[in-house]
Nanobody, 131 residues
Framework: EVQLQASGGGSVQAGGSLRLSCAGS????????SGWFRQAPGKEREGVSF????????FYIDSVKGRFTISSDNAKNTVYLQMNNLKPEDTAVYYC????????????????????????WGKGTLVTVSS
């Protein structure tokens, strides 16, 4: 059974940093694409970033480019999201997700309406950024 556990959320002031972790079990991360999503109060869930299983290519939405970095440690079966220069608009519950289907970065981007094709989800971790 695929299980994901996100952690690392918290409260920070604008300009601060947090690193989210997503520990996986029941699967081999090296064979899965993984991504981070967020849902702000009153808003729909949106994709933030994903990392491809095929070649490690990454994708970021424009609002986090240059501030967030996604990475993975296959030995630990864990995906990370390093978030720097946080802004109040980054406040949200952050979720990690994985997908077993191999897909190019360009194809996965086209699946934005289905959350980049991610199949398995962890519970979220809350990030609060104060101004």
């Amino acid at each position: 059974e695929v299980q994901l556990q996100a952690s690392g959320g918290g409260s920070v002031q604008a300009g601060g940093s947090l690193r989210l972790s997503c520990a996986g079990s029941g699967f081999t991360l090296d064979d899965y694409a993984s991504g981070w999503f967020r849902q702000a109060p009153g808003k729909e869930r949106e994709g933030v970033s994903f990392i491809s299983d095929s070649d490690g290519s990454t994708f970021y939405i424009d609002s986090v480019k240059g501030r967030f970095t996604i990475s993975s440690d296959n030995a630990k079966n864990t995906v990370y999201l390093q978030m720097n220069n946080l802004k109040p608009e980054d406040t949200a519950v952050y979720y990690c997700a994985v997908d077993e289907e191999q897909m190019s970065v360009s194809d996965r981007i086209l699946h934005s309406e289905t959350y980049w094709g991610m199949d398995y989800w962890g519970k979220g971790t809350l990030v609060t950024v104060s101004s």
